[in-house]
């Protein structure tokens, strides 16, 4: 085998990932995932290399909880085949590899821009002529909406091809978020300038992003953080959770035009965020977590805080809920609704939620698990329509779960063991990739040092990434006044994913 | 329909009554208070992470901290963050706090638009537009218009659509393929219009500040009538910020 198998969060040398051809870089790769049911992609992307690119694959392994590294050194400008034309699930992988690299793949099905970054290979491309898919037809219309949209959210174009009210296509264009933050992770030296900028990729995943690139540094670094950090980390992730879960359900409730159920959500977020206020001062945990270090420790007091306050929590959700998911008017416009199938999913490779409703079985926490995780002994939630529906009971079920992990890790809170120390520098010429499950699905950041341990290489995927191509395909042949609660009920990031 | 007043009564009462003087549950990084303590001075410098801290005498530009409080926990008895939460101004020198001046934060009445009191006071709606914000100010500012913070009260509300808005609210460091579609949008308020700055992506760029994805020239062209620092902004500072400015004056 021609790649280099390592877990969750292990560094190591450059040097030690294979460099294959690339027809035997494509060859291998596609057959380990025809091989293996539980392999899944968790990121594909090219380094810049002497005026040449280095592509990077790294293919999950859920059953043996190992990620396989390969690489093939490819000259841009070329043609090549693609991945995707066997396996979808590379699609926008490929596409970034193009719009970043000026790679020309003869046979991808759908060579899109991704995201216009400021770095694009083709600066004559720009976010105002996106090439569109159009039908000629005198019975269908278009309708497209964004960048801005109506509520406050962030912008992202969508077009629609529809037949009176039914959508037969629908086209996602994104982009307008684009910080170039990837780019900045190398410019800004600083340890805490690298945190600040994890903490800001998403708002809504602070924990996960932040956790993610905590977890890369800190392997790095060869430290390895004590059970009080690791247990800061998986709550704040469980926490954020909850809140973002909660804020969900809220916002579906108001798609549907259910205004208790809005109203009720949304004050139960409150409560949530307000610990996250009174743990580190900040409502969505920026601050929190640090390389080696934290400056907030968790007390008795603050558990026991959180006890009582998950207690009064779950009274009232479990109340709400149940009328919710009873409600007959709430069920006709969930069930059935925005579907995507097993096979879709499968397909498309989508994370996280967005896999787990059409029973595909993907949780890093299972499957690669990282912090306290291993000891949970995570079960896998899972449901099989791949509906509005199932996304909204999803969550349900899963703040009941985190409720459960939660009161299990508070029963002892450590002391705090950790003596903020200062952190070697990390570990020249290697490689080190992190995976967390965030509230969203699998994130991924993977880095590269150089000769003086100076990052040279910084990448991300947030869930997102695969998903928006899942949400695209469930609202085909859904009414078009369901649009806003398909998409609701995916919850994407536009800022995650434009970067 | 017993269970939904069931529901109703188990809620009680979540507003909170008086906005303007609320108090903040647990820590709260708000306005800073800066001794004279002398201490040394590049290191306090060298620790933010978006130079939002000048030596001599050293000053914190609200508009460029993102409240992360490191500056605190290296120098607490130079820095403390107190839990004043209404930090907003409508000067962007305001927003740059000295040392041994322990002040509030307020606007200056002498620079708002007399427009703004005669046609705001009574009801402002605003349009919001997130420039590669991250979500995280856009998720607060939701959070104003919630059963808790209940901004709609004081006829402040956002509005989807800029033909019906008073004043545009911009978050995030203002990407490049922002830029077109957020002039458009304010270009579609009808006059006389308000521009807020909410979060410190939007006020500086943040941490984002000098990424050559950006685009900020539309900052230059136009007059800011409100900054709210946050990272993100709290819905407090927010809806406190925004009474402030639009106070009917005589
Ligand atoms: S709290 Fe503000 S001033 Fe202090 S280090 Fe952080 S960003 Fe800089």
């Keep these: ?499 | 329909m017993l269970d939904n007043l069931k529901i109703l009564f188990h809620q009680g009462k979540q507003y909170i009554p008086d906005i303007t003087t609320a108090e903040l549950p647990g820590i709260f990084r708000g306005r800073p208070e800066i001794s004279t303590e002398k201490v040394n001075e590049a290191e306090l410098v060298d620790i933010c992470p978006t130079n939002a801290i000048t030596a001599g005498p050293v000053c914190i530009d609200l508009g460029k901290c993102t409240f992360c409080g490191e500056c605190s926990f290296s120098f607490p008895n130079k820095i403390q963050f107190s839990r004043d939460y209404k930090i907003s101004a409508n000067e962007r020198s305001k927003l740059i706090i000295r040392e041994g001046i322990n002040e509030p934060v307020e606007l200056n009445p002498a620079v708002i638009r007399k427009e703004i009191s005669d046609y705001f006071s009574g009801s402002l709606k605003l349009r919001q537009v997130s420039a590669g914000g991250d979500n995280s100010c856009e998720m607060e500012l939701n959070a104003c218009g919630n059963v808790n913070f209940d901004m709609g009260r004081f006829g402040i509300e956002f509005v989807a659509s800029p033909r019906h808005a008073d004043g545009i609210v911009i978050t995030g460091p203002i990407t490049e393929n922002m830029a077109q579609p957020l002039q458009i949008c304010y270009d579609a308020i009808p006059e006389p219009k308000i521009i807020i700055l909410a979060g410190v992506d939007a006020i500086s760029g943040g941490i984002f500040e000098g990424s050559p994805a950006l685009n900020r020239s539309f900052l230059s062209a136009y007059t800011i009538d409100l900054y709210v620092p946050g990272n993100p902004v709290h819905p407090l500072t927010f809806i406190n910020g925004v009474l402030e400015l639009i106070k009917k004056r005589n």
């Design chain 1, 1 to 499: 085998m021609s790649h280099i198998s390592i877990s969750n969060n292990e560094t190591i040398p450059l040097s030690s990932i294979p460099e294959l051809d690339y027809p035997a870089f494509l060859e291998q790769n596609i057959l380990s995932l025809k091989n293996s049911a539980g392999s899944h992609c968790v990121n594909y992307y090219g380094i810049p290399w002497n005026d040449n690119v280095r592509l990077i694959c790294c293919i999950a392994n859920d059953e043996l909880s190992s990620i396989n590294i390969s690489s093939a050194l490819v000259e841009t400008g070329k043609p090549f085949n693609t991945f995707s034309k066997q396996n979808p699930a590379f699609e926008k992988f490929e596409r970034e590899i193009h719009e970043n690299f000026g790679i020309q793949y003869t046979d991808h099905p759908w060579l899109k821009p991704v995201r216009y970054p400021f770095n694009r290979y083709n600066k004559n491309e720009n976010i105002t002529d996106y090439p569109f898919f159009s039908i000629d037809s005198e019975e269908l219309h278009e309708v497209g909406v964004g960048p801005i949209h109506a509520g406050i959210i962030e912008p992202g174009h969508f077009r629609f091809i529809c037949n009176g009210e039914q959508i037969l296509h629908l086209e996602i264009q994104l982009g307008y978020q684009h910080r170039g933050i990837e780019q900045l992770f190398i410019e800004k030296k600083k340890l805490l300038q690298r945190a600040t900028l994890a903490e800001n990729i998403a708002g809504d995943s602070v924990a996960g992003h932040t956790v993610a690139f905590t977890n890369l540094w800190e392997s790095m670094c060869n430290y390895q953080p004590g059970r009080d950090l690791q247990l800061s980390r998986t709550l704040a992730l469980e926490l954020e959770r909850i809140a973002v879960h909660t804020g969900n359900l809220s916002a579906m409730c108001t798609d549907i035009a259910y205004q208790l159920g809005s109203a009720v959500y949304g004050r139960l977020r409150t409560p949530i965020i307000n610990f996250f206020q009174r743990w580190c001062g900040n409502r969505l945990a920026k601050g929190l977590i640090r390389a080696g270090k934290t400056n907030f420790p968790l007390t008795n007091e603050l558990a026991a805080e959180l006890t009582t306050l998950l207690n009064a929590y779950e009274r009232d959700f479990e109340e709400i809920s149940e009328e919710l998911f009873n409600l007959p008017s709430a069920l006709a416009r969930f069930e059935k609704t925005g579907v995507l199938t097993r096979e879709q999913a499968e397909n498309l490779g989508t994370v996280g939620i967005s896999a787990r409703m059409s029973a595909l079985e993907r949780d890093i926490r299972y499957s690669h698990p990282h912090d306290l995780y291993r000891e949970l002994n995570h079960q896998l939630l899972l449901k099989n329509h791949g509906d509005v529906h199932s996304r909204a009971r999803l969550r349900k079920r899963e703040i009941d779960q985190s409720i459960a992990y939660i009161r299990t890790l508070i029963q002892s809170i450590p002391g705090a063991g950790t003596q903020s120390v200062q952190l070697a520098s990390p570990s020249p010429n290697s490689f080190t990739l992190s995976l967390v499950e965030g509230w969203r699905g699998e994130i991924c950041h993977a880095a590269v040092t150089g000769e003086n341990g100076e990052l040279i290489h910084y990448k991300i995927k947030d869930p997102s990434f695969h998903n928006w191509m899942g949400l695209a395909l469930a609202v085909r042949n859904n009414e078009i006044s369901d649009f806003p609660i398909c998409n609701k009920s995916f919850d994407l990031s536009y800022c995650g994913h434009d970067l």
